[in-house]
């Protein structure tokens, strides 16, 4: 799926996510926020010029955040990305306030929404997580100009074939019909199991 259908996901079928961003002592703090808009650039969110959350943004603008949906944790579906955000101002507010009316609610009147200022995130990578199927599902996806840098085991040519890394995954994921085996990466779940048994260091943790 490319990433602008990925971004319209988590902007309306997930829309509350968990933000990380860093103080000004680099330590983590995370907070709650909803994704208003999405197109083919990116992400939009807003907030209020009086929180920390801005002063962070502002210091150091480059967040991660990641969002979920499902009834449990065997029907879940999640997107975690990673980017950089950029001020854009009161830019797209009308058009905020008209796709999420609840906002009103909250910013009941014109004078009070001066104080909130939008933010775009602009650039980023992601993934796509889906516990739902069975193998599980995921995908990398990038937008803004950003690579991927995501980590993924790869079997190389150490390999001798003996197949105890498909035995031992947990998807079945690993496909031996070649002379050695082969992982297919959309069903992986990353758990490292056939990095640790294979008995000739012939699997790697690769980075894209």
């Given at each position: 799926m490319s990433a602008e259908k990925y971004l319209q996901m988590m902007q309306q079928d997930i829309h509350t996510v968990i933000f990380a961003?860093?103080?000004?002592?680099?330590?983590?703090?995370?907070?709650?926020?909803?994704?208003?808009?999405?197109?083919?650039?990116?992400?939009?969110?807003?907030?209020?010029?009086?929180k920390a959350f801005y002063e962070r943004l502002k210091n150091q603008p480059f967040i991660s955040i990641t969002g979920m949906k499902g009834a449990d944790t065997l029907s879940s579906k999640s997107i975690t990305l990673r980017g950089e955000v950029r001020e854009i101002g009161?830019?797209?507010?009308?058009?905020?306030?008209?796709?999420?009316?609840?906002?009103?609610?909250?910013?009941?009147?014109?004078?009070?929404?001066?104080?909130?200022?939008?933010f775009q995130i602009y650039?980023?990578?992601?993934?796509?997580?889906?516990?739902?199927?069975?193998?599980?599902?995921?995908?990398?996806?990038?937008?803004?100009?950003?690579?991927?840098?995501?980590?993924?085991?790869?079997?190389?040519?150490?390999?001798?074939?003996?197949?105890?890394?498909?035995?031992?995954?947990?998807?079945?994921c690993i496909d031996i019909s070649a002379c050695h085996a082969k992982i297919k990466q959309e069903h992986c779940l990353h758990c490292g199991k056939c990095k640790e048994i294979c008995p000739l260091q012939a699997v790697e943790r690769r980075t894209l």
């Open positions: 961003t860093t103080d000004e002592n680099h330590f983590p703090v995370t907070c709650v926020i909803d994704i208003m808009l999405s197109d083919k650039d990116g992400l939009y969110f807003l907030t209020a010029k009086g009161q830019q797209r507010l009308s058009e905020i306030f008209e796709k999420n009316p609840y906002m009103e609610v909250i910013y009941p009147n014109r004078e009070s929404r001066t104080a909130l200022t939008v650039k980023g990578s992601g993934e796509f997580f889906d516990l739902s199927r069975k193998p599980i599902f995921r995908e990398q996806f990038s937008f803004g100009g950003m690579g991927n840098h995501a980590s993924y085991f790869f079997v190389t040519d150490k390999c001798n074939g003996c197949n105890l890394c498909a035995n031992s995954c947990p998807q079945n």
